[in-house]
């Protein structure tokens, strides 16, 4: 019993001397300068203002992605040329027809959990 207690008191006590073995000590622990009251020697808000308007009328700025190419469709299918008029009208006499189906081929109701 004497070994266990003393093994328990060794191990806390190499644990507890762990934790104030490094003080985590910055060498250079000076705080930042810009927060306490330093004045900011950056250019005004007008003058970014007019830069980036310089800017965009020398066509330096562009809000338009490099490698912007205009949506192909699903997997780069071609436009039918078909007016929306046109396809509603096809919509409708396969309507009329019977060719149009707003039922799900394999529906089958829910049969509940494994089957029953």
Known sequence: ????????MLSLAAISSGAYAS?????NNIPFQGVYGAAYDGPARAQVQAELAAAKAAGQVSNVEPNDMPFQGVYGAVESG????????EL??????GQVS???????????VYGQ
């Open 82 to 89: 078909k007016t929306r008029a046109q396809v509603r009208a």
């Open 23 to 27: 003080q985590n000590i910055e060498p």
């Open 1 to 8: 019993m004497k070994t266990l207690a003393t093994a328990l």
């Open 102 to 112: 707003n039922v799900e081929p394999n529906d089958m109701p829910f049969q509940g």
């Open 92 to 97: 409708a006499a396969a309507k009329a027809a």
